[in-house]
């Protein structure tokens, strides 16, 4: 028995540590996919698999490797709700082969073949043939590599064996809300709550049962096998009480914070939920933004800026024949926004409504099956296409292509009078794409803007070039997907 249970504290590893887990194993076996494509090869085309041939075919090798990486990331696949679900993470991995696939067959029979033939280096020889289908064997064997790693892992780290036992300190407001965000992750099994108020004790939330006041928390964790506590209450604690919670932290127990676990699990922040502690909510660890970051940043919105202008002069007359013949009215359509410290600009984008939609003057959201978007207008809304001329507030310097999206003014004075930090998305400059928008998508309400908010805050407090790429590739999903309203 015990042998049993100390293997199944062993299992019950930290979020993060699932994630590096994930990640790991992940790196690891497109490697090992990679070398057992070159491996077969080589056996069949006696040749040594030596450091020589390892160099020789590096290039595709780094590239399909890349390729498996950014189609993880950009189909979320390290989103740790979903990847117990095997079917889910079935249809990506299959979704992902096909790609990474397809473009290495378009790339080499467009580009390489053509190329070779023409400059007469194409080896007639039988051996070849496998070379050139090496690249194929290894995306295949990949994917079979990581559906049964996925599924092991689901099994594995999935079930309830392996759930860390969770200990809610406070079941007011944030551990109500709390409770609600943990249910929906199968790594956690809620052993209840401690709150000091006697009203509450015997009631449940979610039917799951306040177990009395803090002076019963240390046997709560014994007696039933607590992995982690988490505080959500915003008051000081009192001597006891902190205490108390030293006590359980030199038992082994992993004291967290609601905010910070809330940041981790859902990529927001919870700013309705921390009272006194208002500096959760704010930026400061990023506030030193070092200038090298903000050259990268800003180096990739021009590269990037200059590869949408290409394709917005290319695609310009094709689209503004379509909102021409659609409805009537001018092409593009400049609305004022606010910027980076407050500063407004005017943002430009391919009119998508009908001509003077706010004809009483005042600023309205859209909505969801608005009348005022033209047939053209919802296509445009679904693909964003209707957004390709911001890349001219983006080479101009008053956009990037990821960071909070501009709001207008009016819709700010009446945000920040209802929601605590509104003005602090200001803090960075606005992006043609964010966080909130791949996480969230559209919202037309006050409801609506707090949760941005929210995945704002977190972008603010966590923002680095490596994650502007993370946006950019779930970006490209959701676009694919026809997502955008």
Partial sequence: MTNTATYASHLRLEFSERKLLLRLGDLLLIVVGMLGALALWSQFAQRPLDGALLREQLSWAAAI?????????????????RVVQLRWCLRRLVLSAFVIGVLYIAYFFVAVFPLSAAAGVIDPAPSATPLRLAPVISVLAIALLLIIWRAIYAVVLGGIHARRRVLILGAGSAGRTFIDVLLAYPHFEMVGFVDDDPRKL???????????????????????????????????????????IMDCHERGITITPMPLLYEQLTGKVAVEHIGSQWYVALPFENNGFDSLTRLA??????????????????????????????????????????????????????????????????AKWATKG??????????????????LPQVINILRGEMSMVGPRPERPQFIEKLQKQIPFYRTRLAAKPGLTGWAQ????????????????????????????????????RTIAVVLKMKGQ
């Fill in 65 to 81: 490797g890349v390729g498996w990486l950014l189609c993880l990331v950009a189909l979320d696949m390290y989103d740790l709700r």
């Fill in 202 to 244: 015997g009631s449940k939330i979610y039917s799951v049962p306040v177990l009395g006041g803090h002076e019963k928390m240390l046997d709560v964790v014994e007696s039933r096998g607590v992995d982690e506590i988490i505080i959500a209450i915003s008051a000081a604690m009192k001597g006891s009480l902190f205490q108390t």
């Fill in 297 to 362: 940043k800003r180096g990739l919105d021009i590269l990037l800026g200059s590869l949408m202008a290409l394709v917005f002069l290319l695609t310009l007359p094709i689209v503004a024949l379509a909102i021409r013949l659609d409805s009537k009215g001018p092409i593009f359509y400049a609305q004022e926004r606010m910027g980076l410290h407050g500063k407004v600009f005017k943002v430009v984008k391919y009119r998508s409504m009908v001509e003077d939609a706010e004809r009483d003057g005042k």
């Fill in 370 to 387: 608005d009348p005022r978007i033209t047939r053209v207008g919802r296509f445009m809304r679904k693909t964003r296409i209707d957004e």
């Fill in 438 to 473: 791949v996480s969230y998508g559209y919202g037309a309400t006050t409801e609506d803007a707090l949760i941005k908010l929210q995945y704002d805050l977190y972008y603010l407090k966590h923002q680095s070039v490596w994650f502007d790429l993370k946006i950019l590739l």
